[in-house]
């Protein structure tokens, strides 16, 4: 669990876009951050109070939270002398980068100098037991995708926040370096042995309240060959009650996979749903998420229509048009 | 890839079922092998010439094989003896045993002075790639069971044996310890980091003939919530031409989860199918292999008439009737 809130170090992120992991947490979670803090010529801004590590920890910052991607795979000299300033005055680090932040000495030295916690959400923290497929109270949703990267950790995530919003009993499940930063836990799921992941996901989402939903953070896509073992494991460990199915209407192939096509959204849940009963016979299709950011709004609400009427399903752009019929679905199962 | 032939190290086994990767390894692959060593008050005996190491290795052996399992999870000093004398006089060591023999630092040593290697055949030793889906060249038959531990191996085995006594092209290609330490080579796919599952069985079966069949070695099962991920990813990973399906009649709930029943062949066939096609369209379901080691000879006769009937497939148990309709299988797709 990493320690809440957080100070966003933007380093020098040439644009944006390299900032998005920071961008993610102030998006869903600006209850969490304190406020942003840049080196010289960060070409990134989350419009937010840019503040020194001395100030931001008076307003309770504990955790520095690299929100960037760094530059050629090294974390520079630069950044270390921000990062080292940090641990001395307090704060704990969290990454996401592919390099360990564990793997660097001088980092090391100072986390255990200061007594602080160095956490590289990439790795695995925890030995996940093998599942054992056991029914556990509460209810569970996941969202599946025809295709990897067509916005399941978003409609996960905006569904969690409305069913917060309306006083429902919800708790988004990161399964992902992105999702497990943002929400301050959750399981690197693509990390984990083999062995092991499908009880990654069980100890993802115990037991809970009869009325309290589990919003799982999808990954991959049955169809997408590299990582549908992966999903299988959600689907399983997941033991979920509701399906969500996600689409990108406009993508012609698989995410990487050049001579793959989508499946429809029928074929996903003709394959997803009987996969899901192994562990949940009671598992249901909610609801369809759409990704339109493609098209027209026009076009969109068009095909969101045509979805409906094919399929029988609440279809919705949660991003454009809001997760209200997606949460819906939920409370009319 | 291990040094063949073997010397096969029994220890002290208190009995013949701990030394059963000895035994698979003498069944399956006799040529591989130079002879047994044991321990005072070993129970087990392969039937094969006991050697000391001197002689064993004037023979050709060239790698000592741990085929015992040990007891507490503890390398006893009494084994350590033999396995650092075997280094001495030039031989390399393999293991399938949950401790590495890498963490026990006086063998590490001996190994490093008399410059020999040590296999652990549980951990990978190779940085797998991501899949990419390319068609390969050549044939692949894969094994899908109703449940973990019905035969899958052995079905395989016996089918890459014969294949060969008929002069086809044809390798099993080990995906679990035993069958690494029985041919020498393979992908301990249960301990692959999630995310490269499917390319680690891209990289065990590469193009090959056209005429070359790889018989995939199967883990898990699609239906057993604990492993499924795993199954999933050598159904897209090894891209099958021909998936034969594997059955045990008379096991009741699925193994390990006493809240699951097994699914029947038909609803294996509609589940694998489907998704196997998705990497390879052309797959097709050749067999059905069944394990019938609990049934009188008359009950397995009657039941495999049953299946054949009611599957349109050709089936048999290779243990008690041999491979051949398998292979038959295979040839007529």
């Known amino acids: 669990m990493i320690k809440t809130p957080y100070l966003l170090f933007l380093g020098d992120a040439p644009d944006q876009l390299a900032a998005k992991v920071a961008q993610g947490i102030k998006d869903w979670r600006p209850e969490n951050v304190v406020g942003q803090i840049s080196l010289e010529g960060c070409g990134a801004d989350l419009g937010i109070e840019e503040l020194d590590l001395d ?9 520095l939270v690299i929100g960037v991607a760094n530059r050629g795979g090294v974390i520079s000299q630069a950044w270390k002398t921000v990062l080292i300033e940090a641990l001395s005055k307090g704060y704990d680090l969290a ?20 007594g602080r916690t160095l956490h590289d959400v990439r790795v695995p923290s925890v030995n996940y037991p093998i599942a054992n497929g056991k029914t556990r109270e509460g209810k569970r949703c996941l969202a599946v995708g025809t295709d990897c990267s067509v916005g399941k950790m978003y409609t996960a995530m905006a569904m969690d926040n409305l069913m917060r919003e309306r006083g429902m009993k919800s708790s988004f499940r990161a399964t992902g370096q992105t999702g497990i930063l943002i929400t301050g836990d959750g399981v690197p799921l693509d990390a984990v042995i083999a062995d092991f ?34 999903t299988m494991a959600l689907i399983h460990g997941g033991q979920p009650d509701a399906l969500i199915l996600c689409h990108e209407p406009t993508r012609e192939t698989m995410r990487g996979l050049p001579d793959y096509t989508l499946p429809s959204l029928e074929e996903l849940q003709d394959t997803a749903l009987p996969l899901a009963r192994i562990a949940n016979p009671a598992c249901q299709v909610a609801a369809v998420s759409v990704n339109t950011q493609h098209m027209s709004e026009e076009d969109a609400q068009t095909y969101l229509n045509e979805v409906e009427a094919r399929l029988g399903l ?16 939920l409370k009319d199962l």
Request: net charge negative.
């Open 55 to 63: 100030s931001a920890y008076e307003k309770g910052a504990r955790t």
């Open 95 to 114: 990454s996401g980068l592919h390099n360990l932040l564990r793997d660097e000495e001088d980092l090391v030295e100072a986390a255990e100098k200061y």
């Open 314 to 329: 609440p279809a919705t752009d949660p991003y454009r048009f809001g997760a209200d019929k997606l949460v819906d679905a």
């Open 197 to 230: 992941m499908a009880g990654s996901i069980e100890y993802l989402s115990p037991d809970n309240d009869p009325d309290h939903w589990d919003l799982i953070e999808g990954q991959g896509s049955l169809f997408h060959v590299s990582y549908s073992g992966v």
